[in-house]
């Protein structure tokens, strides 16, 4: 069974930093891309980050200008670095599967985490 | 950037046809996924690239795509479709993953 269980979240001053980890398991964590979506209270669903397998593309979101950083490590967790946190940051993290194992980047996302809360307030 | 529009509330009534449209420039050159959410939960898939399922997606979920609009449409619609449906495709000029502003399914 697929899982994926983020961890991290909490609540960070603005300015601040915070890493956001998902521990993922019941698939060959090396052969899927991985992504992070998130969710502002109340709003839609926002695209951050994508990783492939084997790190052969990385992309990010263009409204996130460098402050972001997504990374994997062998021990099959997906992470993502924040830092020059803002009010706007504040929102729902999901760690997100693609469908497919070395997909294209038009893959679609069959698994999604139950996510974690960031709050970036004073 | 690409964008990807959808009206803001479906509403239906049980038992009739629900369709939720997705517009975007040229959309019907994309791959596009459609997800569902209920209130306090993730989202789910429920029909990827040209119109397949997902295992457990009920055949009531379809979706066609041409021109500059990609439609959902869910057949015989009960109380349990309720939630916000979002579309979804790969932005090939940016690089970007671009999801719509999503569509709240209100069964009357």
């Known amino acids: 069974e697929v899982q994926l269980v983020e961890s991290g979240g909490g609540l960070v001053k603005p300015g601040g930093s915070l890493r956001v980890s998902c521990a993922a398991s019941?698939?060959?964590?090396?052969?899927?891309?991985m992504n992070w979506v998130r969710q502002a209270p109340g709003k839609g669903l926002e695209w951050v980050a994508s990783i492939s397998s084997g790190n052969a593309y990385i992309y990010y979101a263009a409204s996130l200008k460098g402050r972001f950083t997504i990374s994997r490590d062998n021990a099959n967790n997906l992470h993502l670095h924040m830092i020059s946190l803002r009010g706007e940051d504040t929102g729902m993290y999901y760690c997100?599967?693609?469908?497919?194992?070395?997909?294209?980047?038009?893959?679609?996302?069959?698994?999604w985490g139950q996510g974690t809360l960031v709050t970036v307030s004073s | 950037s690409y964008v990807l529009t959808q009206p803001p509330s479906v509403s239906v009534a049980p038992g009739k046809t629900a369709r939720i449209t997705c517009g975007g420039d040229?959309?019907?050159?994309?791959?596009v996924h459609w997800y569902q959410q209920k209130p306090g939960q993730a989202p789910v898939l429920v029909v990827y690239?040209?119109?397949d399922r997902p295992s457990g997606i009920p055949e009531r979920f379809s979706d066609s795509n041409s021109g500059i609009t990609a439609t959902l449409t869910i057949n015989r619609v009960e109380a349990g479709d309720e939630g916000d449906y979002y579309c979804q495709v790969w932005d090939t000029n940016n690089n970007h993953v671009v999801f719509g502003g999503g569509t709240k399914l209100t069964v009357l």
């Open positions: 997100v599967r693609n469908s497919l194992p070395r997909a294209a980047p038009s893959d679609s996302f069959a698994y």
């Open positions: 019941g698939f060959p964590f090396n052969s899927y891309t």
């Open positions: 040229n959309i019907g050159s994309k791959s």
């Open positions: 690239d040209d119109g």
